[in-house]
């Protein structure tokens, strides 16, 4: 038996009405997951665990935008130039620069015009690692990380 065009037209017409949905929720699940191996990155600083408790994703309309965290975490993962003593520091890639660019340049430097970092350490420590940088801990790329989001969602998407 033959469907007509008319009959043929009804089956379809809900197909893709969910779709929407659908994809922001294997987005949203991949971003879970993509998250939770930044958490397990052996890189990836511990110490009191309030880093790992602020990574979320970002999600607008649906769409995967990246992580939000701490921002010391970005600190971290990029590394700051100290004021005497260079460190390992990586570039920050324009996403990141968008929402927390660095003073000048490319990279993270602290003020020479301060004497001591902010923040709840001791005073020494806030000394030293004024001086002395931080290395960078490279536990994430974002660019690594939207791919390996949209690889995630692509695996787990279903029409």
Do not use: C, W
């Not at 809900?14 to 930044?38: T, Y």
């Not at 992580?67 to 324009?94: L, R, W």
């Not at 960078?136 to 390996?148: G, M, Q, S, T, W």
Request: aromatic share 8%; charged share 25%; net charge negative.
């Amino acid at each position: 038996m033959a469907l007509s065009p008319e009959q043929i037209a009804a089956q379809i017409e809900d197909i893709g009405i969910d779709m929407p949905n659908s994809l922001a929720i294997a987005l949203e699940n991949a971003a879970m997951i993509a998250i939770e191996e930044i958490k397990s990155n052996p890189n990836f600083p511990v110490d009191t665990g309030r880093l790992r408790n602020s990574l979320q994703a970002r999600m607008v309309d649906g769409q995967f935008l990246g992580i939000s965290m701490e921002n010391y975490g970005f600190f971290q993962n990029f590394g700051v130039e100290g004021t005497q003593n260079t460190t390992n520091q990586f570039g920050v890639d324009e996403i990141t620069k968008s929402f927390l660019p660095p003073r000048e340049g490319d990279t993270y430097k602290f003020n020479k015009q301060k004497k001591m970092i902010g923040g709840d350490l001791p005073f020494g420590a806030r000394v030293m690692i004024h001086r002395n940088g931080l290395n960078a801990k490279r536990f994430f790329d974002i660019n690594e990380l939207v791919d390996r989001v949209v690889e995630i969602a692509n695996q787990n998407f279903e029409l």
